[in-house]
Nanobody, 119 residues
Framework: QVQLVEFGGGLVQPGGSLRLSCAAA????????MGWYRQATGKPRELVAV???????KYSDSVKGRFTISRDNAKNTVYLQMNSLKPEDTAVYYC?????????????WGQGTQVTVSS
């Protein structure tokens, strides 16, 4: 059984920073891409950032230059450093990972963590 456990959401003022983390736990043989998505109320889920096991990264245009994704492959953990936060960044943030639990690669999701940017 593989689980993704997220930490780090909360309430922050505009211009502030937050750091999200997501750890994959369980029977894990290999992890490919790990990333973050978000879903604001009434909107579809969207990609925020993704990082491959080789270190390549990709960001949505709306967060480029403000957010940084990083990974600790030894710990099967992915981080999202969010700086210069804006009210439009308010959403539930979900961790996602492509994990081989011993048979084949599957897509896993975290439980979601709320990020609210408001004064």
């Amino acid at each position: 059984q593989v689980q993704l456990v997220e930490f780090g959401g909360g309430l922050v003022q505009p211009g502030g920073s937050l750091r999200l983390s997501c750890a994959a736990a369980g029977s894990i043989f290999s992890v490919r891409a790990m990333g973050w998505y978000r879903q604001a109320t009434g909107k579809p889920r969207e990609l925020v950032a993704v990082a491959t096991s080789g270190g390549s990264t990709k960001y949505s245009d709306s967060v480029k230059g403000r957010f940084t994704i990083s990974r600790d492959n030894a710990k099967n953990t992915v981080y999202l450093q969010m700086n210069s936060l804006k009210p439009e960044d308010t959403a539930v943030y979900y961790c996602n990972a492509d994990i081989d639990g011993g048979t084949y690669y599957q897509d896993y999701w975290g439980q979601g963590t709320q990020v609210t940017v408001s004064s």
